[in-house]
């Protein structure tokens, strides 16, 4: 049941973007590490104007890190970006970081997403249902 609900979670999240698929920032053709700047400019508080619901969690960053990476290496990479760690999404593999204040997620997905080590990095988006 728990694997069904984060499947049809992620679903949700595919379809609202608009690129089921691909994930943030790629392009057709197939990179799939996000590139600078590719996320929506936003607010401080997360959010983009028109919506008073930010479409991510401000202070907080997603990162998957490369097969082989080391408890130690990211620890080592956790100090280096000043994070904390919030919880491990041990099913795929992904750290739900919180981020120092006075950073913006912008650029620490940015930072993260230069890393070699690194996967991918990208907000915590949130998801949301509405009625019709």
């Known amino acids: 049941m728990g694997k069904f ?3 049809f979670i ?10 089921a698929g691909m994930r943030v920032g790629e392009k057709e053709g197939g990179n799939s590490h ?3 700047g590719s996320f929506p400019k936003l607010d401080d508080a997360g959010q983009r104007g028109e919506s ?9 960053v997603l990162v998957k890190f490369k097969v082989g990476i080391t408890g130690e290496v990211i620890e080592r990479i956790r100090e280096a970006y000043g994070l904390s760690l919030i919880k491990r999404l041990g099913s795929i593999g992904v750290y739900r970081f919180k981020i120092p204040s006075g950073s913006t997620v912008e650029d620490t997905v940015d930072a993260l997403n230069e890393d070699p080590q690194v996967e991918y990095a990208e907000p915590n988006y949130t998801v949301s249902i509405t009625g019709k």
């Open 5 to 7: 609900l984060l499947l």
């Open 52 to 60: 008073t619901k930010p479409p991510f969690v401000p202070g907080e």
């Open 10 to 19: 992620m679903s949700l999240l595919l379809l609202r973007c608009g690129t």
């Open 34 to 36: 996000p590139q600078k």
